[in-house]
């Protein structure tokens, strides 16, 4: 029987990856999220809920908070020093305006941070994403477009596809899906000839 691997989301574990080789089963049961979500305000929560739905999508178990690096800076900094205890492996931070947030966690973890930038204020994110891409050396913050929250969750997957294989199948899925979708609407297009 050739291998299988599918993810499934289920009750009482957030993630179980099974592989089936030969009619046998193993498990790898990760009952902890793997990745955190924050937003410095629940009016981020549009844009970084995207980030939910592709971990969702991608069976990756996740948790989200509101913790700002200005109005809730000891909060932030636990948050971050305690992650990897948790079982957190990629962090993702989603802030407007002068957005700190995805900084302020990464100068309390040596956990990869990504950071979105949120467009709001006069600015219109311009200043989030400065805020967010231009940190010092040693203290590094991936940062995605603005309000790229769906590519900040498909880079968390990039990176722990490297420890999760099942994780790797799923994006290279993803991918040949894509590349399938995008051939087959360039043909139609090329049928219409305008």
């Known amino acids: 029987m050739p291998e299988q691997s599918f993810v499934l989301q289920g009750e009482g574990r957030d993630l179980i990856a099974w592989r089936r080789r030969g009619g046998r089963k193993r498990g790898v049961f990760m009952k902890k999220p793997l990745v955190g979500i924050l937003m410095g305000s629940e009016s981020d929560l549009p844009i970084m809920e995207k980030a939910a739905e592709v971990l969702k999508e991608m069976g990756i178990p996740y948790e989200v908070e509101i913790s700002s690096a200005h109005r809730l800076p000891e909060k932030t900094a636990h948050y971050a020093k305690n992650a990897r205890k948790r079982g957190i492996e990629v962090l993702i931070a989603g802030a ?98 305008p």
């Not at 231009?134 to 990176?159: F, H, R, S, W």
Request: aromatic share 4%; with cysteine; net charge positive.
């Open 96 to 193: 407007g305006m002068a957005a700190h947030l995805a900084g302020a966690l990464a100068s309390h973890t040596t956990l990869p941070v990504i950071g979105v930038p949120i467009k709001s204020g006069a600015l219109d994110g311009a200043d989030a994403l400065y805020s967010t891409v231009q940190m010092p050396p040693g203290v590094p913050v991936a940062t995605v477009g603005i309000d790229g929250a769906k590519n900040a969750a498909y880079l968390a997957c990039e990176i722990l596809s490297i420890k999760y294989p099942e994780i790797a199948e799923k994006l290279a899925d993803l991918r040949s899906k894509t590349k399938k979708s995008l051939v087959q609407k360039s043909k139609a297009i090329k049928k219409k000839k």
